[in-house]
């Protein structure tokens, strides 16, 4: 029974960090249709940067400043932050899609850095020996999950509740003014690229610090925890929950997250150690073919929009909703 | 010394320049970036593979080596084969998927997700099917040639640089000089206008998915016959596809090729100079460069 219980903060911890991500992606894509295709990118640099200033050094290795983990998570959304803003700037100015290619190669990159400078990544032995948070209970088994859940709880939640206020402030309005119909907002003095820039790195800063929980919970940080396999969850985390709604992303991400545990564990149990590799590469194929049918069938997801109904109630009553937008 | 890099850059960028030419006209005529166009490499490569090797066990005699070529009859007609499959895939995925979203007026970005989850899907289901292992269509060892002082290539790479430029040339003519390429380039102009003036939209469609799956699957096939198959080989061509797609410039076939080309022998190039485990971020810092510099890309209109 107790086993179960620190189970399952374990399972919703890292479902957590999976939300936060998925939070940062709503901001991008969600709230200001940004489609980055290379999540599993900023994911990996927020959790090495925040494992290289956070670690104990270790010899042939830069880094190991055995700086305080607050620092560690900041500096890991800031580094995923301030690519996204090169990226960004480098093509936002041009077709929808030449952000999805160019992410997309920024996660090839990335990928190929981790591996291959050895000195300050470790190469394919990843970094280890990442201080886990409130390392110093770890001999109470429950209280040390239960610690780290709340850790993460508080992270979700603060994630949470300054992105809806972004989200529902004027900027937020002209992100979404921005989506939906570009002309109307440009005529309006907006310019599209500075705030798609803005939403762009917001988005990015929280995937890295995301990134960084992840690493810190795991305590061991390799190349291969950043395949496209998880720009992949985390985008069916964002389609499933409803992309454009903060609940919905983190309703998603403990779904989805679920989901896959479940169907991982199921085809760890069902099938010979042989086939096990097989049966993965089956699992991400049904994987894909739900996010397709989602997109097909209910491309709303699971909680939609919020602001899909406020545009509905304005129809109804112009005068009443429009009042309750300025003030909100 | 430095001849030959060139000769193995001129071989992987005939590959990556016939996958290219599909990228860029779906780019071009259905407006999205496929990020699937890859997977469709590979299952060209992999349906050859399994017709050539149905082939060789009813015909033994099909499998004997050509001339001075390392595979028999059987790949020729696996390769007839798998166009043809290979279409009917790409047919199939625009049925189930791609046209539908398209009918529900989906924006752009939809569907290159979409296309994103088609792409896990189709290359986990080869994973599945024939397991990670790389394949090869023949065992037979190929001894590389003197062609110039200093310059060396097995019969199948000259082949697959052939193969290219014929393709090129053909496809070129075909959209120059045909109604079929008229119609294709018309809709890319200006889907609604070519519409009006009665051009069958569904049917240039559905020729852009017939060519970019036939190209695609001999660029796979071809990748078979001087590397190896596996089933992560288009994904790990897809960066390098989409470089030289928008090096070339968006719609422009011999743009695609050369593009194709550079691509390719700035790849050998590195892995002659830096090293060949940089080789991948190549077609990034080219991808950047055209972003930066020229975003149109060599053929490309400046509104593109």
Known sequence: MIDLLSYAAFFLTMALTYAVICLGLNLQWGQTGLFNVGVAGFVAVGAYVSAILTTPPIDGRIGGFELPMVVGWLGGGLAAGLLCLGIGALTLRLRSDYLAIATFGAAVVIQLALLNLEGLTGGPFGVGFIPRPFGSLQGDADLFALANLLVMIVTVLLCYLALEHLVRSPWGRVLRALREDETAARALGKNPVTYRLQAFAIGGFVMGLGGAAQGHFIGFIAPDNYLPILTFQVWTMLIVGGSGNMRGAILGAVLVWAIWAVSGSAVSALFPTEQQARAASLQIVMIGAALCAVLLLRPRGLLGEAGTLRRRKTRTAPKISEGTETNA | MMLQPIMDGLVNGAIIGLGAIGVTLTYAILRFANFAH????????????????????????????????????????????????????????????????????????????????????????????????????????????????????????????????????????????????????????????????????????????????????????????????????????????????????????????????????????TVQLIGAEWRAAVSFVILVAVLLLRPQGIFGKVTA
Request: proline letters at 5%; a positive charge; charged letters at 10%.
């Open chain 2, 38 to 269: 890859g997977e469709l490499l590979s299952w060209g490569a992999y349906l050859a593979l399994t017709v050539s090797g149905a082939l060789g066990a009813l015909l033994p005699g099909l499998g004997t080596p050509l001339g001075p070529f390392s595979f028999g009859w059987s790949v020729p007609i696996a390769m007839a084969g798998s166009i043809l499959l290979t279409a009917a895939l790409t047919l199939a995925v625009d049925w189930l998927l791609f046209g539908r979203l398209r009918r529900s007026g989906a924006v752009t970005i939809i569907l290159v997700m979409a296309s994103f989850g088609a792409a896990l899907a189709l290359r986990n289901l080869l994973e599945f099917a024939y397991t990670s292992s790389p394949k090869y269509f023949s065992n037979a060892l190929q001894i590389s040639r003197e062609i110039l002082p200093g310059l060396r290539a097995t019969p199948d790479q000259l082949l697959v640089v052939a193969l290219g430029v014929v393709l090129v040339v053909l496809v070129h003519l075909l959209l120059t000089r045909t109604a079929a390429g008229r119609s294709m380039r018309a809709v890319s102009e200006d889907p609604q206008l070519s519409a009006l003036v009665g051009i069958d939209t569904r049917a240039v469609i559905r020729m852009v998915w017939v060519l970019g799956a036939a190209l695609a699957a001999v660029a796979g096939i071809m990748s078979g016959v001087v590397v190896q198959i596996r089933p992560t080989m288009g994904h790990d061509l897809l960066l390098p596809l989409f470089a030289a797609a928008i090096l070339g410039g968006i719609g422009s076939v011999p743009g695609a090729m050369l593009a194709g080309l550079i691509v390719g022998l700035a790849e050998a190039l």
